[in-house]
């Protein structure tokens, strides 16, 4: 009886990713040394916002889905999936500037569908490009190729397929030059989290779990390079509904475990645009609202503010002690009440 309950929890946590796989309506963002992009994709085609506030039109393959966004040395780069005319997922990237963009490769050796890849960047060039790959959405594998002198290498399996779905991957290239991966894996019972860190020599360490085997699903985490490691948030489901948990990755181990918002909150999704990390959250509870959590390198909570709102995720900004949350028809400032120490 717990499996089965446990299983119906894990499908449950699987339909609330669905809206996310059906269209796009909410914006991408990436920033570097502040200047801010700002990616818009609805109905096969995509608006891209410069640094200077211009809006360049980005062409899209058919039944397109970007879902990552990166800001390089003068530019960006975006990354997402689409169906080609048989029905058959595959890669896309898109390389830009303020002026104009351009279609690059992608990665070779497919045999089976791709779905959902993260770009990864380091010091304002790109490293590389991770994705899910497999027979169908719940025989998915994690691959990664690097961006090698204006080519991509060969592909590397970093996970093999599981009892069943894996999703919702997220990535992060780490001051030290390795690369984290992190996503939600079905383990026969419910999902959880798992990891894999790249060294700077190449090799990929076993997935494992980033938390303890709780028997409930953990589902959508968002990564972020942090300090000298990294931090991970992601939603764990209660009797109550899903709460938001952070944990930091120090020293080649997860550490420092929380939860840092009650039930009720989902589909966390970090930004650097405040200098430092930034914890972007629904708060599913009435009133509904966007909450932002600003942390320092170890994940101390710096301050936090919310806007009540029945959108989509906003754009969000910071200036003067004030985020600014902006949706197509609308802005929206709060303060950020500062956490005392």
């Not at 669905?18 to 570097?32: V, Y």
């Not at 039109?57 to 975006?78: D, N, Y």
């Not at 699903?217 to 300090?227: C, E, K, N, S, V």
């Not at 959250?281 to 029945?310: C, F, N, Q």
């Amino acid at each position: 009886m717990k499996r089965t309950f446990a299983r119906a929890l894990a499908v449950f946590a699987c339909l609330l990713l669905a809206p996310a796989l059906r269209s796009q309506t909410e914006p991408l963002q990436a920033s570097r040394e502040g200047r801010r992009w700002v990616l818009t994709a609805v109905s096969g085609s995509a608006s891209v916002e410069t640094p200077a506030g211009r809006s360049l039109a980005v062409p899209l393959p058919k039944r397109a889905q970007v879902t990552s966004l990166v800001a390089l040395e003068g530019g960006w780069a975006a990354a997402g999936s689409f169906e080609d005319g048989d029905g058959v997922r595959k890669l896309f990237v898109i390389r830009g500037t303020g002026a104009g963009s351009r279609a690059l490769s992608v990665p070779p050796g497919q045999k089976d569908e791709r779905y959902g890849p993260v770009l990864l960047a380091a010091g304002g060039e790109l490293a590389g490009l991770a994705w899910l790959e497999g027979d169908g959405p719940r025989t998915l594998a994690v691959r990664v190729s690097a961006w090698n002198e204006g080519r991509w290498e060969a592909p590397v399996a970093v996970s093999r397929p599981g009892p069943g779905s894996q999703l919702a991957l997220t990535g992060a290239v780490l001051t030290d030059g390795s690369w984290l991966l992190a996503w939600s894996a079905y383990d026969g019972q419910d999902d959880e989290i798992v990891w894999s860190r790249r060294t700077p020599d190449g090799t990929w360490s076993k997935s494992q779990r980033a938390s303890v085997d709780n028997g409930v699903p953990d589902i959508t985490p968002a990564l972020t390079a942090a300090g000298d490691g990294a931090l991970l948030s992601w939603s764990r489901f209660a009797p109550e509904g899903y709460s938001l948990l952070l944990s930091r990755f120090s020293g080649g181990t997860w550490r420092d475990e929380r939860t840092v918002a009650p039930a009720g909150s989902l589909y966390p999704k970090f930004l650097d645009d405040a200098g430092h990390p930034a914890l972007v959250y629904l708060s599913a509870a009435r009133p509904r609202s966007w909450s932002v959590m600003e942390l320092d390198a170890t994940g101390r909570e710096l301050g936090r503010a919310a806007v009540p709102s029945s959108l989509d995720r906003p754009v969000v900004g910071f200036d003067a002690g004030e985020v600014r949350m902006r949706w197509p028809a609308q802005e929206t400032a709060a303060p950020l009440e500062r956490k005392t120490p």
